[in-house]
């Protein structure tokens, strides 16, 4: 069964440039999650999905980050414009039933604003 | 978003000792989940807790689901160099909408 996938593994941009991060769960689970790891702050939960929806997206910093869901095997974060403070770890996750359900991550996007 | 108060920040042993770190918060929470992550991987679980007192192992690992349901531990015996990496505990709640992980234990396990 494969695991969460996400791309690119790695990102090294310009500030002002649009980033786009991709996911594809784990089939069959319902839920998806988007994380940003920092020293500073830890694993922060971004935005969440059910069922292709969002439910949950007060842990958006703000107006240059957006997360769709088109269907249920594909999910994008996308920030723009790009500022250096965005450099992080970003994870998806993926569940079947919710937030008190096990979480499958994927291994991440470094990414790298300059 | 707010945390749950995960401790040690790091711990530093020797091979074949033992391990605790726990996590608190001043809320309830109905579920615990303790997860590791590996350098350059995303968090595995490695054990989940749904019931206040619940004691569960997975190998060497054994964690607990607090009376009060505002804290949670996880216990590793006899480490071994391959426990290296951070442990998270995340607290959920019943009404699905609230959910947040603790900063993070960093395990260094020397040889």
């Known amino acids: 069964d494969a695991g969460v996938i996400q791309s690119p593994r790695h990102e090294v941009t310009e500030m002002g440039q649009e980033v786009t991060l991709r996911c594809k769960p784990i089939s069959g689970h319902d839920y998806l999650f988007w994380y940003r790891q920092t020293m500073m702050r830890g694993l922060e939960l971004l935005i969440y999905?059910?069922?292709?929806?969002?439910?949950?997206d007060s842990g958006m910093p703000e107006d240059r980050f957006s997360a769709k869901m088109p269907n249920a095997s594909f999910s994008t974060l996308k920030i723009q414009p790009s500022e250096p403070r965005d450099s992080a770890v970003y994870f998806c996750?993926?569940?079947?039933?919710?937030?008190?359900?096990?979480?499958?991550f994927g291994d991440g996007t470094r990414l790298s604003i300059l | 978003g707010q945390q749950l108060n995960q401790s040690p920040q790091s711990m530093f042993i020797q091979e074949g000792e033992d391990v605790s770190m726990n996590c608190t918060s001043s809320s309830i929470f109905n579920t615990w989940l303790w997860y590791k992550q590996d350098p350059g991987e995303g968090p595995v679980l490695l054990i989940a807790l749904y019931k206040a007192g619940e004691l569960t192992s997975n190998g060497r690992l054994t964690a607990q689901f607090g009376i009060t349901r505002k804290d949670s531990f996880l216990n590793i015996s006899a480490s071994i160099p391959s426990d290296v990496g951070i442990y998270f505990c995340a607290g959920a709640k019943y009404n699905n909408n609230d959910m947040r992980f603790g900063a993070g234990t960093r395990l260094t396990v020397k040889p």
């Open positions: 999905f059910n069922n292709n929806v969002p439910i949950d």
């Open positions: 996750a993926s569940s079947r039933t919710g937030l008190r359900q096990p979480q499958h």
